[in-house]
């Protein structure tokens, strides 16, 4: 299994990017695929994850109205559309298998991709 984040780049305050998490070794029915994201301040923590097989979508509350997660089961890639970007979302993102998306994000999680960075920056 292997996972390759990509789609970060530098953008201004309110800006769009959308990032892909392409996925190969498995298919998006069979694992869960989350993205999290990473500062020297705050560590990593999640930011939302989507199951392909029950079609559950999970976003942390600050990015709740501004990005969306999707997949396509054809490229086997998971995206995550981010509008509306702020400075609190610079990060580098990175994207994961888990079992399950619940209510409170993925859980279990296995195997881990590479990172992209996103900085929002006037």
């Known amino acids: 299994v292997q996972l390759q984040a990509s789609g970060g780049g530098l953008v201004q305050p309110g800006g769009s990017l959308r990032l892909a998490c392409a996925g190969s070794?498995?298919?998006?029915?069979?694992?869960?695929i989350g993205w999290f994201r990473q500062t020297p301040k705050d560590g990593r923590e999640v930011v939302s994850c989507?199951?392909?097989?029950?079609?559950?979508?999970y976003y942390r509350d600050s990015v709740k109205g501004r990005f969306t997660i999707s997949g396509d089961n054809a490229k086997n890639t998971v995206y995550l559309q981010m509008s509306g970007l702020k400075p609190d979302d610079t990060a580098e993102y990175y994207c994961?298998?888990?079992?399950?998306?619940?209510?409170?994000?993925?859980?279990?999680?296995?195997?881990w991709g590479s990172g992209t960075q996103v900085t929002v920056s006037s």
């Open positions: 994961a298998t888990a079992l399950d998306c619940t209510s409170d994000g993925p859980v279990s999680l296995h195997h």
């Open positions: 989507f199951s392909s097989s029950s079609g559950r979508r």
């Open positions: 070794g498995f298919t998006l029915d069979q694992y869960t």
